[in-house]
């Protein structure tokens, strides 16, 4: 069935040190993988998201690899501050869902000063 | 500017009533979805709708169902609230095509007693 695994279920870094969160997804024809960021109290937003005819995707502090063949991706955030203190969540569209998305269960980072 | 708003940011009931949960989203968007997030399991899809008076369950829509009677306005229904339905409940809205971003609103905190 659809399943998005994703680890560690928390991670806590020190400014300034890189941050990577790992997904692994069951359908190998999920197509788009984005990557939403909820802060305290906030809704969940789309920080980057990456197809699946891309290998790597950067914005700035932020990159996003993919490995078809292993069936996962992961996020890369450098140079980390307070404010990328937050919950990750990765997500998959699966073959049939449509627009539907199945979502990771998230990873909590803390970014210490 | 997406806009996704929900009727409640906090409610309380009490066990064996019957909840609404009211979503509006204003970007004409064809697609929308409700999901319970709890900790450590991530978000999960009750139900979505791609069109109006269209719906299809998500994996976990027992106790629960929805409506769709306008474009913008997507209702999920606590038909017996529960204890076990105390969570934060999502909603979020997506174009159509490969537009598969979900904008979410800002969640609504149910707590059954």
């Known amino acids: 069935g659809e399943n998005v695994e994703q680890h560690p279920s928390t991670l806590s870094v020190q400014e300034g040190d890189s941050a990577v969160i790992k997904c692994t997804y069951s359908d190998s024809a999920s197509n788009y993988f984005p990557w939403y960021k909820q802060e305290l109290g906030k809704r969940p937003q789309l920080i980057i998201d990456?197809?699946?005819?891309?290998g790597e995707k950067k914005d700035q502090r932020i990159a996003v690899t993919l490995n078809k063949t292993a069936k996962h991706f992961s996020l890369h955030i450098t140079e980390t501050q307070p404010e990328d203190s937050a919950v990750y969540f990765c997500?998959?569209?699966?073959?049939?869902?449509?627009?539907?998305?199945?979502f990771g269960t998230g990873t909590q980072l803390k970014v210490e000063l | 500017d997406v806009k996704v708003t929900q009727s409640s940011r906090y409610l309380v009931k009490r066990t064996g009533e019957k909840v609404f949960l009211e979503c509006v989203q204003d970007m004409d968007h064809e697609n929308m979805f409700w999901y319970r997030q709890d900790p450590g399991l991530g978000l999960r899809l009750i139900y979505f709708s791609y069109d109006v008076k269209m719906k299809e369950k998500g994996d976990i829509p027992e106790g629960y169902s929805v409506s769709r009677e306008k474009k913008e306005r997507f209702s999920l229904i606590l038909e017996s609230a529960s204890t076990n339905q105390t969570s934060m409940y999502l909603c979020?809205?997506?174009?159509?095509?490969?537009?598969?971003?979900?904008?979410f609103g800002p969640g609504t905190r149910l707590t059954v007693t």
């Open positions: 997500a998959a569209t699966f073959t049939g869902g449509g627009n539907k998305l199945t």
């Open positions: 979020a809205s997506s174009g159509t095509g490969h537009s598969y971003e979900q904008y």
């Open positions: 990456i197809r699946s005819n891309v």
